[in-house]
C-alpha cells in the first residue's frame, strides 16, 4: 500500500508516496521552500501543492516541527506564532480535501527508524535525535514512542540546546564537521545523563555526513546514523496516515 507522507521542515516542505510494505519512496519526492514567514495560510498551500504533485490519494500524513495533541498544535519554536492552537488537520484536510494525520517531525521520523531502519527490533531505551534547523527528539520504550518530547529545549549554555548545537547553528557560526561534533558531544552527554538510553539514533539531514562528525563522539551509549537519512519523517508521516 502506498501512502503520501509530508515532512514540513524550518527549510523545505517534503513529500512522497511511501510503499509501507518496504519503507521506501514510491516516488521521487518534491521539496518545495518553506515559506518566509512560514504562517498558516502560507504553510498550508504550500502543503497543498506539494500534495497536488503526486497521484491522488486517500489519505496523507503530516509532520510538523512542534508538539502536536490530537491534531492541533501546541508549540512552534521555528515556525511562524500564528500555528500556536491551530487545529493544523482540520486545516490541512479541508484545504487538501481528504484525511489528515498530524503528528510532531521528529516523533515520525523516530517511528520509521524503528519499523525500518536503525531501531528495527530493539528493546529498551531509544532516543532519536534530529539535527537540522533545530533539534528534534523522539524517546522510545521496548519500540513504543513517548509522544511529543522537546529535548531540543534542554538548556545548555544559558540557551536552548538547539541554539548551540543544531545544524542551523553549525551553518551560521561556520563551524567545521569536528569543531560542531564538540558541541554535539556536550549536547549528547547531557542527554544521555538524564536518560541513560541504549542507543541513540542521529538523524535529519546531517545523517548523510555521519562520517564527518560521529567519529569524534565518544559517549557511553551507542550512537549511529538514521538508516532512512532525510526521508524518515516522509515515511513516518504517511504510516501514521494509516494509523487513525
Do not use: Q
Given at each position: 500500500m502506498s501512502v503520501l507522507g509530508i515532512d514540513i521542515g524550518g527549510s523545505g516542505i517534503k513529500g512522497a508516496p511511501v510503499d509501507l510494505a518496504t519503507g521506501e519512496l514510491a516516488q521521487p519526492r518534491q521539496r518545495i521552500e518553506t515559506p518566509a514567514p512560514a504562517d498558516v495560510t502560507s504553510v498550508v498551500e504550500t502543503v497543498a501543492e506539494v500534495v497536488t504533485r503526486f497521484d491522488a490519494t486517500d489519505r496523507v500524513g503530516i509532520t510538523f516541527?512542534?508538539?502536536?495533541?490530537?491534531?492541533?498544535?501546541?508549540?512552534?519554536?521555528?515556525?511562524?506564532?500564528?500555528?500556536?492552537?491551530a487545529p493544523a488537520a482540520e486545516l490541512f484536510a479541508a484545504r487538501i480535501g481528504m484525511p489528515v494525520t498530524v503528528l510532531n517531525d521528529a516523533d515520525a521520523a523516530g517511528v520509521a527508524e524503528m519499523t525500518y531502519g536503525a531501531g528495527r527490533?530493539?528493546?529498551?531505551?531509544?532516543?532519536?535525535?534530529?539535527?537540522?534547523?533545530?533539534i528534534g527528539s523522539a524517546l522510545f520504550l521496548d519500540g513504543a514512542l513517548v509522544p511529543n518530547t522537546e529535548f531540543g529545549h534542554l538548556e545548555l549554555r544559558g540557551g536552548d540546546a538547539e541554539e548551540y548545537a543544531s545544524d542551523r547553528a553549525r551553518q551560521l557560526d561556520g563551524l567545521d564537521w569536528p569543531t560542531w561534533a564538540g558541541r554535539v558531544q556536550e549536547y549528547l552527554e547531557m542527554v544521555e545523563m538524564l536518560l541513560r538510553p541504549d542507543l541513540m539514533i542521529i538523524g535529519g539531514g546531517v545523517s548523510k555526513k555521519a562520517a564527518e562528525f560521529l567519529p569524534f563522539i565518544d559517549i557511553r551509549t551507542p550512537v549511529v546514523p538514521a538508516e532512512l537519512r532525510n526521508t524518515a519523517g516522509i515515511v513516518g508521516a504517511a504510516q501514521a496516515a494509516t494509523l487513525r
Open positions: 516541527p512542534g508538539v502536536v495533541v490530537d491534531g492541533v498544535v501546541r508549540t512552534a519554536a521555528n515556525m511562524d506564532d500564528s500555528w500556536l492552537d527490533g530493539r528493546r529498551g531505551v531509544t532516543l532519536m535525535l534530529t539535527f537540522g534547523t533545530g
